[in-house]
């Protein structure tokens, strides 16, 4: 995936503002794209640049200067454009996610690049003349515009995904190595069944009502081991809590109403 990525050059033409270069330079590193054309830049400060993207420095050293559009794309085998509006009736767009495979695809082949407009406004329509693809990011229609590093973000993200990047292993929270047996399940179950019934929780309520609706939820989370024995532990502490402080409801017992004054 690396060297199809490394086939995807990211074009700015005439970008207006280093903050949004150092942006679009920062979406790069994040995921994995290493060509960075420029067209015109108004300013370009690699300093400022890495201040905003850290640990970006070879990426900017080879970031290339172009004097033209033509010339920032003339090795590349497919173009796709970048606008946030429709120009013309007699063009075709795509949304970012349909284009996304289709980059991935082109890579096989050549260098693909990915064009980005002038802050302000955008590519123009000769410059969409020279795309394969033109491409639009859908948002409301109340306030459509994207700042540069967004547009360029969503752009990447789905490339990413496309090539499977965003197959990748999700990390793990800490589980317990098993799931519980039915015995270790039931003795939460009871235990919670205590604690509630010791401080007098069910009242008018039904008891095994209760417990069903509670088992229902805690089966519906598909507890570990580790998560069930905490849920015990609740239960338990709850009758030890009362204990230690001379309560003497915490010997109720939840199968008997009577006990705790249920009518």
Do not use: W
Not at 145 to 172: C, H, T, W
Request: proline share 5%; aromatic share 6%; hydrophobic share 40%.
């Amino acid at each position: 995936m690396k060297e199809r990525l490394s086939r995807i050059a990211i074009v700015l033409d005439h970008p207006k503002n280093v903050v949004n270069i150092g942006g679009v330079v920062r979406v790069m590193n994040n995921f994995g794209l290493t060509d960075l054309r420029l067209v015109n830049p108004d300013e370009f400060d690699a300093y400022r640049i890495e201040g905003i993207a850290h640990r970006s420095s070879e990426l900017i050293e080879a970031a290339s200067i172009h004097d033209t559009l033509d010339d920032a794309i003339a090795d590349a085998t497919f173009v796709v454009g970048t606008t946030a509006r429709t120009r013309t009736a007699g063009r075709s767009y795509s949304t970012v996610s349909d284009v996304a495979p289709v980059i991935a695809d082109k890579t096989e082949a050549g260098t693909v690049a990915i064009l980005f407009g002038r802050e302000d406004r955008g590519l123009t329509n000769e410059d969409l003349d020279r795309c394969h693809a033109v491409s639009i990011i859908p948002t409301s229609p109340e306030y459509s515009s994207l700042n540069l590093a967004q547009a360029a973000l969503v752009m990447a993200y789905e490339i990413f995904r496309a090539m499977d990047g965003g197959d990748m292993e999700m990390p793990k929270g800490r589980r317990a190595t098993r799931p519980p047996t039915a015995d270790e399940l039931e003795e939460a179950f009871g235990a919670i069944a205590d604690g509630l019934a010791a401080i007098d929780f069910y009242k008018a309520r039904k008891p095994e009502a209760v417990m069903r609706t509670l088992r229902t939820i805690i089966s519906r989370a598909e507890p570990d081991l580790r998560e069930t024995r905490l849920l015990a532990a609740v239960g338990f502490e709850i009758g030890n809590y009362l204990r230690r402080n001379g309560f003497a409801r915490a010997d109720a017992d939840a199968s008997n109403p009577e006990e705790i004054g249920q009518p």
